[in-house]
T-cell receptor, first 115, second 116 residues
């Protein structure tokens, strides 16, 4: 079945540590890719997105993600996390050409940053 | 403030009740969505409306009934729900027009629904 996988369910880091959250998808066609973030008590909001062009995309708050087509991956990175990055992070994939306007989400990764 | 508001934020209802969830977007978008967010599961798309017309219904039980009276408002009418329907219900909107949707979605804060 087609899916979006986020293998890390809960990641705990100290401030200033580097972050990489994995996202893999199983769709074979052209995709648009997204990372959404949900801070405690807040709504889901877009962190960054990839539609086409440079596979390394930069988002808000120092986050970036790299699309590696051959690996069906779109991992999220940040070189130095802060306590305020504590949140839940969701990867999402939009499959183009299917005629459906649907985002397929992963189950999310909870990030806890310890001061 | 995302421009997408949802009311109520919390709702507790019995299995025989009828209630409605409301979503309003102030972004001038043309497409609106209902999602269900359950613990340990991916967000599940329930309904998609584009220009007030339903374009997607991912096999959602009939006890959930959406209504989109205009491009700014979306409702989810609930009746005879089951305890397993307890979840966070998220509304989203996107700019999309016609058959070419723009994919960035803007989410509301959600309604936490508990069915007793």
């Amino acid at each position: 079945a087609q899916s979006v996988s986020q293998h890390n369910h809960h990641v705990i880091l100290s401030e200033a540590a580097s972050l990489e959250l994995g996202c893999n998808y199983s769709y074979g066609g052209t995709v648009n890719l997204f990372w959404y973030v949900q801070y405690p008590g807040q709504h889901l909001q877009l962190l960054l997105k990839y539609f086409s062009g440079d596979p390394l995309v930069k988002g808000i708050k120092g986050f970036e993600a790299e699309f590696i087509k051959s690996k069906f991956s779109f991992n999220l990175r940040k070189p130095s996390v802060q306590w305020s990055d504590t949140a839940e992070y969701f990867c999402a994939v939009k499959v183009l050409g299917t005629g459906a306007n649907n985002l397929f989400f992963g189950t999310g990764t909870r990030l806890t940053v310890i001061p | 403030e995302t421009g997408v508001t949802q009311t109520p934020r919390h709702l507790v209802m019995g299995m025989t009740n009828k209630k409605s969830l409301k979503c309003e977007q102030h972004l001038g978008h043309n497409a609106m969505y209902w999602y269900k967010q359950s613990a340990k599961k991916p967000l599940e798309l329930m309904f998609v409306y584009s220009l007030e017309e339903r374009v997607e219904n991912n096999s959602v039980p009939s006890r959930f009934s959406p209504e989109c009276p205009n491009s700014s408002h979306l409702f989810l009418h609930l009746h005879t729900l089951q305890p397993e329907d307890s979840a966070l219900y998220l509304c989203a909107s996107s700019p999309g027009s016609g058959g070419a949707f723009i994919d960035t979605q803007y989410f509301g804060p959600g309604t936490r629904l508990t069915v007793l």
